[in-house]
């Protein structure tokens, strides 16, 4: 299930003037002219079509698209009893509103089918709202056919960023893009309210092709149908596995494709809903780039364990583009029907197309009894997690399964996934026995990110995973997104490598890591890629140089840098109903110095969301800039008390508390943040500083041994260590720590 807190601080989908379901609806130079048009000659694709989960993936309300039981059926969830009933042709729930108190509200569309199936609600302000109580489609001996709550261990009031009622449900932001076709979310940030649009209330032929009015007119032969005979007419051609298949050399095991693939275009038209992914643009358009209109997540934490397993739920592309599969030239419909989404084959079968049955699918190679669950190729290369507690989903890295490194780092392995009463050091040991010592795999960069994410990483091994080009782009691409700290004269080479790199999503990092260097080479790296051919890297130059006094600049340079900035702004304002995007904008306008629009934003992100803590922060961060502490501390403050439980909004307060000399309730705070976040290394460095700067350097010393234990290659708390236990005397323990830091390297 995803997790309840991190759910609200992402970016995911932005949307669709309620046209009739197959209207025509504008965009750009070419018109959607629905799929019934579409069917009349591709038959066969459109039968298959029919009944998929994108054919199901949102409809209106009626008898033959509910699926569940409204008939006077109730559900209690801690408390609240809704109740689902019929009032003529009308689908209606009674439920608690946004005030807490029951209300009826009618159901407008389902939303999805199987194994699960969410229900719409209009709410003012052109609001469509996702219901959190949801019907379990899956048959009754699967134990479904029943009502059941999304977080179901958890009280979710009225007032809960979870509610149903609140933006962290609301389709129009967050799911519209992705269940229709050429969905428009047309949000006003005057009044705050929607009048989202769309072609077709489905995923019908449009949302993967294009607008199809250019080729019907080449198909019908229309006036001037000539100038579409290159193409067809279509914005994309989804023709990358045309004449192509997977053959077989002599004594091979694996089957290699008859011609090497050299564009990414279907695997971008997937991701662009399969993929965990920030929107950057207001209107997409088929066939460009994916990263001109979406920045799709890195392998961060809580997305993903640090080998790169699925974590919370990521929706396939970035766990795909880790695999061996995707590098040797495999794509999506090699394995998936694209109209029916079922698979080419059953079971095994998918996976033999290109694995040999007589060396994969045997006992010796997966030592299981044939047929079992252990002898199934998924079970083993693309285990489950399951989300919105129901809904199973495969992880696509496809990976060797590594319980050797849930010993070492504790990440997930499909053994014990299966053998829930064995141990991972069991596991590791059996793997052992069969194929001796374990292979490091395709996705061989777990150590690295696991250290990176402990603060212990090695600067000289995130260099190394950055140069490796046969490393997978994503972790490239990651390792250059944590590098900045470690950034010295042995590795920065890694930062010229980084933005020179082929993959924009690598580039893209390499900018954030600028960050750490003086502002004069930043200029100097940062400014050719402000012209880049991709627009999530431009806007990130112009982030990253918003500090830079424009006036300064030569004529040529102002001007890219300002046109890049303007990418920027337009991108947040795409998202402008997402505090994420005010607190965006706010910490663009505070670098440049932009006092009353940096203000006017983070106020935005606050008043659209006040359990959004990062707003507090960062306009608490600009106003002690600017010399107004007491106005920080007042806003920290109030970040509590709308935090009570975050570790961040304490630490925060307690900093601002030290710069105002008010030591004893600093450290009550700092005291509280190490408490809430114990194994934040910084956190509790923090607080052991605050310690012996308090006059309770025994105090701290405990401390700083306790986070040692979780973080032993943390250099800080080392260095501290060795500094505090010199001050108190304790030479030998400081010789100690010192042998220790040693050990490390420079």
Known sequence: MVSKRCLVAVLLFFSAVLLPYGGTHAAGDDEFVGGE?????????????????????????????????????????????SRFFRDGERFVVRTDGSDGRLQEFEVSYTFGAFPLQQYLVELPGGRLQALTVAWDSR??????????????????????????????????SRCAECHSTALRKNYDAQTRSFDSSWAEVNVACEACHGPGSDHLSWARRDAGWEQFEEGF????????????????????????????????????????????????????????????????????????????????????????????????????SDCHDPHSLELRAPGNGVCLQCHRATDYDVPRHHFHEPGSSGASCAECHMPTRTYMVV?????????????????????????????VDRSDRWAADQVSEWYGDPEPGYQDYAKTLHAARRGEASGEELAALVRDTEAPAIARATAMATIGPYLGSRNVDALEFGLADADAAVRAAALGALEAIPPQLRVQFAFPLLRDPVRAVRIEAARVLATIPVGD??????????????????????????????????????????????????????????????????????????????????????????????????????????????????????????????????????????????????????????????????????????????????????????????????
């Open 37 to 81: 048009t579409c069917a009349g000659c591709h038959e066969a694709e459109h039968n298959r079509w029919k009944g998929s989960h994108h054919d199901l993936a949102m409809l209106p309300a009626s008898p033959a698209s509910v699926l569940g039981d409204f008939d006077n059926a109730e559900f209690d969830h801690y408390g609240v009893t």
């Open 139 to 172: 048959p009754a001996e699967d134990g479904g056919q029943r009502w059941f709550h999304l977080y179901p261990d958890e009280q979710i009031p009225y007032d809960d960023v979870l509610h149903w009622t609140q933006p962290s449900q609301n389709w129009n």
């Open 233 to 332: 007419g279509l914005r994309v051609r989804l023709d990358e596995r045309r004449g192509v298949h997977w053959r077989f050399d002599a004594d091979a095991s694996i089957a290699r494709r008859s011609a090497a693939r050299d564009s990414a275009r279907e695997i971008e038209t997937c991701a662009r809903c399969h993929a965990r992914r920030s929107p950057i643009s207001e209107g997409f358009r088929h066939g460009e780039p994916l990263l001109d209109h979406y920045l799709p997540a890195l392998l961060s934490e809580g997305l993903y364990y640090p080998d790169g397993q699925i974590d919370d739920e990521v929706y396939v592309y970035g766990s795909f583009m880790q695999s061996r599969m995707q590098a040797a030239g495999v794509t999506c």
């Open 391 to 419: 809904d199973p989903r495969h992880d696509h890295s496809m990976r060797i399964p590594r319980p050797d490194l849930s010993v070492e780092i504790g990440t997930p392995n499909a053994c014990t996934m299966c053998h």
């Open 553 to 746: 600049l030569p004529a040529e340079q102002r001007r890219a840098l300002e046109a890049a900035e303007r990418e920027y702004i337009a991108a947040q304002l795409a998202n402008a109903e997402r505090p994420e995007a005010q607190t965006n904008l706010g910490n663009f306008y505070a670098a440049k110095g932009e006092r009353r629009p940096a203000i006017e934003a983070y106020r935005s992100a606050m008043e659209l969301a006040p359990y959004y803590l990062p707003a507090y922060i960062n306009l608490a961060d600009f106003y002690r800039r600017v010399g107004l502490e007491s106005d920080a501390l007042e806003l920290l403050q109030q970040a509590v008390e709308q935090n009570p439980g975050n570790a961040s909004a304490h630490h925060a307060l307690g900093l601002s508390l030290v710069r105002l000399q008010r030591y004893d309730a600093a450290l009550a705070e700092l005291a509280r943040a190490a408490e809430l976040a114990p194994d934040d290394a910084v956190i509790v460095y923090v607080y052991a500083v605050a310690l012996n700067s308090m006059g309770q350097p025994r105090n701290a010393i405990a401390v700083l041994q306790q986070a040692l234990a979780r973080h032993p290659r943390n250099r800080e708390i080392l260095g501290a260590l060795v500094s505090f236990s010199r001050d108190s005397g304790d030479i030998a323990g400081a010789q100690r720590y010192a042998e220790q830091l040693r050990a490390l390297g420079p």
